[in-house]
């Protein structure tokens, strides 16, 4: 079996489609979009087209709320920093625990710069405490960033109903949305959903790294993070990237039309690859139990044993899985979504996220779940937690 990518989550490949769409403004069509000659035209046109195919995408009133940027990160740079720019005198912010690095390292680098920070947790399915957040909205709140669902477990936040909150107890306050693992895998719908700013990131939903963008509705100002030329109205400098724009688009509308076959297929894939290891391997919990969560996505709990080292078997096998946030595997410290989840200790260092994408096939699946038990029971035999897992052999096969 050639490679099993199982790490969508991270990063997806590009689409057949989106490469197509992208060749001619590299070879034909390089023209700067700002140029008024008539050669300039057809890429400036592309940027005009791709704008409203994802202001159609998160269903925007109009494409003048959709400004490009080079990934998520810096979708969400410029979200937190731009309204907090445009409202000095409000000085408390909050998030949850759970955030991406970019949202969560951004807030800890603010409240070193004097703001009053509450970071809101998650239960034990990795569910937001609303109680929480609810007490923490003051009339001293600038801005609430809360991701749309969560990269490691794939849980979804009720975006809409945490909207209404926190418009009931501020109506000042924004609500910026990383919206960068929903994007592709649930209808998005920013009107519906109350939200005031959303990020996504093109690559993670079959266009090429390095392209993003941010919605900020009408109602919102925002600082540019870039400063320089007038690109993006205003809001971020810089000549704009036309093939990747043109490819994100591509991939917008490629994801429009797959949204069905996520939520049933892709689904259907994952339960099976899920409820198949819950059901072979005796020493595996799921880390989310019954929380609501995007279609692709699994986080299981491999009992007292190491997650790397399920990781490397894998690998050897041309499986590709990972064991947290790509940004934070590499480092043996346990993930701190899981760890804000309270996963017990026995579990959170064997710790396996599965990401599917519409490309994943059931032969895949079958293949995995044929070789993992395999791998789990080789790894678990030079485990130094013998009688725990005997115990647990005994436990769980009652
Ligand atoms: N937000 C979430 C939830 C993510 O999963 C990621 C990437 O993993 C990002 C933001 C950052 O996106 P980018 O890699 O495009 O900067």
């Known amino acids: ?11 997806t490949k590009v689409a057949p489609e989106v490469l197509d769409a992208m060749m001619p403004y590299f070879k034909e069509e390089y023209a700067n979009p700002s140029s008024i000659y008539d050669f300039a035209k057809k890429s400036n046109h592309a940027v005009r087209d791709a704008r409203v195919a994802i202001k159609d995408f998160v269903n925007a009133s109009s494409e003048k709320e959709i400004i490009f940027t080079s990934c998520g990160s810096e979708s969400a740079n410029t979200a937190i920093r731009g309204v907090l720019n445009m409202n000095k005198n409000k000085r408390h912010i909050i998030t949850s625990k759970v955030e991406h690095p ?10 070193k710069e004097g703001y009053k920070v509450d970071y809101i947790g998650v239960n034990s399915n ?12 003051s009339y001293d709140t600038a801005l609430v960033s809360i991701m749309y669902a969560n990269n490691e477990t794939g849980v979804i936040f009720p975006i809409e109903k945490i909207s209404e909150m926190i418009k009931s107890k501020n109506k000042e306050t924004k609500f910026f949305v990383d919206g960068v693992q929903v994007a592709g895998k649930i209808p998005i719908d920013v009107q519906a959903a109350g939200i005031d700013l959303l990020g996504i990131s093109g690559h993670k939903f079959h266009a ?9 509705n ?12 007038h690109q993006e109205r205003g809001k971020r400098a810089g000549t704009e990237n036309v093939p990747y724009i043109v490819g994100m688009a591509k991939a917008a509308e490629l994801a429009i039309d797959s949204l069905k076959y996520e939520l049933t297929e892709v689904k259907r894939l994952r339960d099976k690859l899920e409820s198949g290891i819950l059901k ?16 692709n996505t699994t986080n299981i709990g491999f009992e007292y044993i190491e997650g790397e080292l399920i990781l490397l078997h894998l690998s050897d096998l041309g ?24 996963v017990p200790f026995t579990a959170i ?17 079958d293949y995995v779940l044929d070789v993992l038990p395999g791998i789990i029971e080789k790894i678990s035999s030079i485990s130094p937690y013998q009688e725990e897992l005997a115990n647990l052999k005994r436990l769980r096969n009652l």
């Open 1 to 11: 079996m050639s490679l099993i990518y199982l790490d969508n989550n991270a990063t």
């Open 102 to 111: 970019c949202v969560l390292n951004l807030y800890q680098t603010l409240e």
């Open 126 to 137: 990795g569910e937001l405490d609303l109680a929480q957040l609810e007490q923490a909205i």
């Open 208 to 216: 090429p790294k390095g392209i993003g963008a941010l919605y900020v």
């Open 218 to 229: 009408s109602k919102t100002l925002v600082t540019p993070l870039i400063i320089g030329g």
């Open 280 to 295: 072979t391997v005796y020493n595996s919990r799921l880390n989310t139990a019954i929380a609501n969560r995007v279609p």
């Open 319 to 342: 499986i590709c899985a990972s064991s947290g946030s790509a940004c934070t595997s590499g480092s043996l410290e346990p993930s701190h979504v899981l760890r804000a989840m309270n």
């Open 349 to 365: 260092h064997g710790s396996i996220r599965f990401s599917l994408s519409r490309y994943t096939t059931e032969r895949e699946i």
